[in-house]
């Protein structure tokens, strides 16, 4: 079960990586399930991901306040608008398709923005 925990945690490390070029792709979210599941397979790139320059702090803020910071929330959300946009411009796409990602798109986007901006 180790393995496969540890394989899901590189493909969500990768999936997060992927997200920070794609704006249809969610970053942090995919990264804190990463350091999670690097906590419970490898303490090494446990640390390590926790000592990524752009990503440690954000996760070390959310694994220990639940916070996540106002830049992050604002840059979350026109992500999450500018790929609606581009979703529900493109006539080729099929309706039911722009209806669930927008969905989720907007499910995750509620989450980010509902949590605390900074620690009380």
């Not at 942090?28 to 440690?56: D, Q, V, Y």
């Not at 309706?95 to 669930?100: F, N």
């Amino acid at each position: 079960m180790k393995i496969i925990l540890f394989i899901i945690a590189w493909i969500s490390f990768g999936l997060g990586v992927i997200g920070a070029f794609l704006p249809i792709l969610p970053t942090t979210p995919f990264l804190i399930l990463s350091a999670f599941l690097f906590s419970k397979t490898s303490p090494r790139f446990h640390r390590w991901i926790l000592n990524l320059p752009i990503a440690g702090p954000a996760i070390l803020d959310w694994r220990e306040n639940r916070v996540i910071h106002t830049k992050a929330k604002i840059l979350c959300a026109s992500m999450i608008l500018l790929s609606c946009s581009l979703i529900w411009s493109k006539a080729s796409i099929h309706l039911a398709i722009k209806v669930s990602v927008s969905l989720v798109l907007v499910s995750v986007g509620s989450f980010v923005v509902t949590r605390k901006s900074q620690v009380k």
